[in-house]
């Protein structure tokens, strides 16, 4: 979508911390998410934070919030193997569709 | 497993044909979404239903239609079909019909115009 940007790709190391970055437009965006796809399958819900948090924590998932710049990122502690897939930020505001990313593909190598 | 079930999981179908996608959302979500995932365009949100009724359109085309029916699951239309409806299908569907509902998405259908 035209107004979420993300990098398309990300390699990291197993055992090291990955971050994906995002960059939205819309200031009245409310909620932003992060979602990810795996091959052949749909699109999971990791988490979502709401626009007037900092940052969430979930087990090995972060999300950090900027608002006045318009900055969301994601960072996956001790990334594993299975944590290869395409990473989607989306943001929702005062409608009912979600903006998605292009992806962000991540690649884990040994 | 988000509970979303998306059937067929690949339609290959010509130019010119009719197709009918299927989704049952999760037990319990009364709100349901179809968004198209193309390599050019990127997921793209095109119609959603709240309980039976249309509640909010996207960028979909005139020869695509959807309804949601009295037991909630939703069928997307695809009509006079051409090379570029190729994508794949998403369905997601969230308990409520607002912002701050998550949505959880089916695994997709596979659509490949020929």
């Known amino acids: 979508g035209e107004d979420v940007e993300q990098s398309l790709f990300l390699s990291v190391r197993e055992g090291d911390s990955s971050v994906i970055n995002c960059t939205y437009t819309?200031?009245?965006?409310?909620?932003l998410y992060w979602y990810k796809q795996e091959p052949g399958a749909g699109l999971q819900l990791l988490t979502y934070i709401f626009s007037n948090m900092d940052m969430k924590q979930d087990q090995r998932l972060t999300v950090l919030l900027n608002k006045k710049d318009k900055h969301l990122s994601l960072r996956i502690a001790d990334t594993q193997t299975g944590d290869s897939a395409i990473y989607f930020c989306a943001e929702s505001h005062n409608d009912y569709k979600l903006s998605f990313g292009a992806g962000t593909t991540v690649t884990v190598r040994a | 497993d988000s509970g979303v079930t998306q059937t067929p999981k690949h339609l290959i179908t010509a130019t010119g044909q009719r197709v009918t996608l299927r989704c049952s959302p999760r037990?319990?979500?009364?709100?349901v979404y179809w968004y198209q995932q193309s390599l050019d365009q990127g997921l793209q949100f095109l119609i959603q239903?709240?309980?039976?009724?249309?509640?909010a359109k996207g960028n979909i085309l005139e020869r695509f239609s959807a309804q949601q029916f009295p037991d909630l699951h939703s069928e997307l239309n695809l009509s006079s079909l051409e090379l570029g409806d190729s994508a794949l299908y998403f369905c997601a569907s969230s308990v409520e019909s607002s912002y701050n509902s998550p949505l959880h998405f089916g695994n997709g259908t596979r659509l490949t115009v020929t």
């Open positions: 239903y709240y309980n039976g009724e249309e509640r």
């Open positions: 037990s319990g979500d009364l709100s």
């Open positions: 819309d200031s009245s965006s409310t909620y």
